[in-house]
């Protein structure tokens, strides 16, 4: 089976822009979670997609929405761009959305914002 | 709001040896836990997951969970230059889905 693909890889902005960045589950995976990775935070959780249902959401502002489609791929969108969004954003998926199940990052998508 | 506690290391090793790798949770009703390893310029992969007291064993590595003392650990035997990465724990944020609160890490060296 093909892995979890982000696209694209890599991204600059300037303050103000929005983004929107894309994640492809394995296949038959249902659930979909979005993650920003820093040097200063780490790993932090941005939202859950189970089913085309927002299922969690993470401490972000309302600036960092998403969303997942019937065939399960989903995108996440930043407006109004900040230097502090500047990280990697890593998708994963898993298959059945139960909290012991594995889950599979993606590459990330580095976003830079200038 | 749960929180996952690690120490950022660097833990160094030498070749051969046990590295011994530690977390710390907040939340006593956490049920699930985590070892993701991620290699510099690479994504999270996840290496062991343990649900019950005890150790559990998967080749060379082991973790450890005490609920009682909201503490779990993962021990590498025979450390390899290969296993130089950071290695980051993780627990359920809640009991229903599959979003995780990360510590922010270990990173482990091993030299040769």
Request: a positive charge; charged letters at 15%; proline letters at 4%.
């Amino acid at each position: 089976k093909a892995g979890v693909t982000q696209t694209p890889r890599y991204l600059i902005k300037t303050r103000g822009q929005q983004v929107t960045l894309s994640c492809s589950p394995i296949s038959g995976h249902r659930s979909v979670s979005w993650y920003q990775q820093t040097p200063g935070q780490g790993l932090q959780f941005l939202f859950e997609y189970f089913s085309e249902t927002q299922r969690n959401k993470g401490n972000f502002p309302g600036r960092f929405s998403g969303r997942q489609f019937s065939n399960s791929r989903s995108e996440m969108n930043v407006s109004t761009l900040e230097l502090g969004d500047s990280a990697l954003y890593l998708c994963a998926s898993s298959s059945d959305g139960y909290s012991t199940d594995t889950q599979y990052f993606g590459p990330g998508t580095r976003l830079t914002v200038l | 709001q749960k929180e996952v506690e690690q120490n950022s290391g660097p833990l160094s090793v030498p070749e051969g040896a046990i590295a011994s790798l530690n977390c710390t949770y907040s939340d006593r009703v956490s049920q699930s836990f985590f070892w993701y390893r991620q290699y510099s310029g690479k994504s999270p992969e996840l290496i062991m997951s343990i649900y019950s007291n005890g150790d559990k064993e998967d080749g060379r590595f082991t973790a450890q969970l005490n609920k009682a003392s909201q503490y779990v650990s993962l021990l590498i035997r025979d450390s390899q230059p290969s296993d130089s990465a950071t290695y980051l724990c993780a627990v359920p944020a809640n009991q229903a889905g599959t979003a995780l609160i990360f510590g922010k890490g270990t990173t482990l060296s091993v030299s040769s």
